[in-house]
T-cell receptor
Framework: QKEVEQNSGPLSVPEGAIASLNCTYSDRGSQSFFWYRQYSGKSPELIMSIYSNGDKEDGRFTAQLNKASQYVSLLIRDSQPSDSATYLCAGRFYGNNRLAFGKGNQVVVIP | GAGVSQSPSNKVTEKGKDVELRCDPISGHTALYWYRQSLGQGLEFLIYFQGNSAPDKSGLPSDRFSAERTGGSVSTLTIQRTQQEDSAVYLC?????????????FGPGTRLTVL
């Protein structure tokens, strides 16, 4: 099993709706998780980071971490067309210097 | 302040040629990372530098790849005898320290095309 997995397939949501993205990980020795947004042809930019169990909110974004179930999620409320992008889940694990990335989820917000 | 910068933004080369890619991290950041992203693939770790410590080269795919970081700042990734499978976007990132909670900030990338 890969270290970080994201379910495949684009997610289409109408403008104003909630987009929900999920990510699972295999290493219980996880330390921190990051959600990056990547527009086509651009580099990843940080949306949220989360280290502790529970929810973390920042504006229209909420990250959730459940270490017992080994998943991380990202909610985007009041989705806007500008949210259309690929969202990358990444984890930093004990003993590793690198971020382990999932393959990403493409989100399309339909006006 | 200035973010991570990379040059060139695009590089087209012929198979078998050597290429050098440059990364200038955010000032004061001690940790520097190289990743690459191939079409349809996730980000793949290549190499990590932290201060004056020996680099973590565990992600380099072959001995044609090497990197150095001079003076704890600018880094150069060198690919010798390029192959078509080396075509990808090469991304550099830096973070303030090697702490697990530190965010890695990415540069704009270098798109390498090997003909």
């Amino acid at each position: 099993q890969k270290e970080v997995e994201q379910n495949s397939g684009p997610l289409s949501v109408p403008e104003g709706a909630i987009a929900s993205l999920n990510c699972t990980y295999s290493d219980r020795g996880s330390q921190s998780f990051f959600w990056y947004r990547q527009y086509s042809g651009k580099s990843p930019e940080l949306i949220m980071s989360i280290y502790s169990n529970g929810d973390k909110e920042d504006g229209r974004f909420t990250a959730q971490l459940n270490k017992a179930s080994q998943y991380v999620s990202l909610l985007i409320r009041d989705s806007q067309p500008s949210d259309s992008a690929t969202y990358l889940c990444a984890g930093r694990f004990y003993g590793n210097n690198r971020l382990a990335f999932g393959k990403g989820n493409q989100v399309v917000v339909i006006p | 302040g200035a973010g991570v910068s990379q040059s060139p933004s695009n590089k087209v080369t012929e198979k078998g040629k050597d290429v050098e890619l440059r990364c200038d991290p955010i000032s004061g950041h001690t940790a520097l990372y190289w990743y690459r992203q191939s079409l349809g693939q996730g980000l793949e770790f290549l190499i990590y530098f932290q201060g004056n410590s020996a680099p973590d080269k565990s992600g380099l795919p072959s001995d044609r790849f090497s990197a150095e970081r001079t003076g704890g700042s600018v880094s150069t990734l060198t690919i010798q005898r390029t192959q078509q499978e080396d075509s990808a976007v090469y991304l550099c990132a830096s973070s303030p320290s090697p702490a697990y909670t530190d965010t890695q900030y990415f540069g704009p990338g270098t798109r390498l095309t090997v003909l």
